[in-house]
């Protein structure tokens, strides 16, 4: 995994692709994990964004996320979902997501509380073998069981803004 990781990381044409997206010339790239989920197993679904809805980003500044499959899948996430409007709805309807510092940056959509209905609104999206994912930070998903008879496996990692990473040196 490791060695594939690394590959993908050098691959010229990603920081390319990466300086485009991003609109910027130096990035600093992150490896978030490996994530290994065997048929029938997986964390149980929750309708999250890997940010805080309250410290939104702005589209052009918030960072991209990636995920590198290296089998057929599917995608959840709610469509359109990463506007300022979205976010605003979210802020009004769900008041016991607050500012307090999070062990990880995700919020979570608790299941029994969910006024609007998130779950409803997931589409899925199919994501065929050795496909790149990218998607922004302000995007709505969800992260479901692996319900196929195959190891689900995914590689999670991007390039960053180097001026918007707080550990870079300058």
């Known amino acids: 995994q490791i060695n594939t990781a690394n590959k993908i990381r050098e691959d010229p044409r990603l920081y390319e692709l990466y300086k485009d997206l991003l609109n910027c010339d130096k990035l600093l790239y992150y490896q978030d994990r490996v994530c290994i989920k065997l048929p029938g197993q997986g ?29 057929d899948t599917k ?9 300022q409007e979205f976010h ?10 607050d500012k307090k510092k999070k062990a ?6 608790d299941k029994k509380r969910d006024i609007m209905n998130l779950e409803e ?26 319900k196929s008879n195959h190891i689900r496996l995914g590689l999670y990692f991007g390039y960053h803004r180097y001026h918007q990473c707080p550990n870079s040196i300058n």
Request: glycine share 0%; proline share 8%.
């Open 121 to 146: 609104k997931l589409e899925a999206i199919d994501i065929p073998k050795d496909s790149l994912l990218i998607f922004t930070e302000n995007l709505w998903h969800a992260s479901k069981p692996n």
């Open 43 to 71: 964390e149980t679904e929750f309708i999250h964004i890997d940010a805080d809805p309250h410290y939104r980003k702005p589209d052009n500044e918030a960072p991209l996320q990636s995920i590198m499959f290296f089998q």
């Open 88 to 97: 605003n709805q979210i802020i009004e309807n769900y008041s016991y997501i």
């Open 104 to 109: 990880r940056n995700m919020t979570m959509i």
């Open 75 to 83: 995608f959840y996430c709610i469509p359109k979902s990463h506007t």
